[in-house]
């Protein structure tokens, strides 16, 4: 017995009320086969960042995203 037709068979034995958990999950595991794929500019702002985690340059904040967007917005 294949394991799709195994949980077929499972799925019998599942209370109605609980099959809304089931949907929900098997949903979540489709959303990862369907992720899209970064365009150029992404994918170059990633191999950017990856490159300074290696040279060790560019600029480490930490504190929040709020805090954060504000430092860049006082910035000339």
Do not use: C, H
């Amino acid at each position: 017995m294949s394991d799709r037709e195994k949980v077929f068979q499972l799925l019998d034995y599942v209370p109605d009320e609980k099959l809304s958990y089931i949907i929900g999950f098997i949903q979540g595991l489709t959303i990862t086969e369907n992720l899209e794929i970064p365009n150029a500019e992404t994918l170059e702002a990633i191999r950017e960042g990856d490159q300074m985690l290696e040279n060790g340059t560019g600029q480490r904040f930490e504190g929040s995203t709020k805090d954060f967007f504000n430092m860049i917005l006082e910035e000339p």
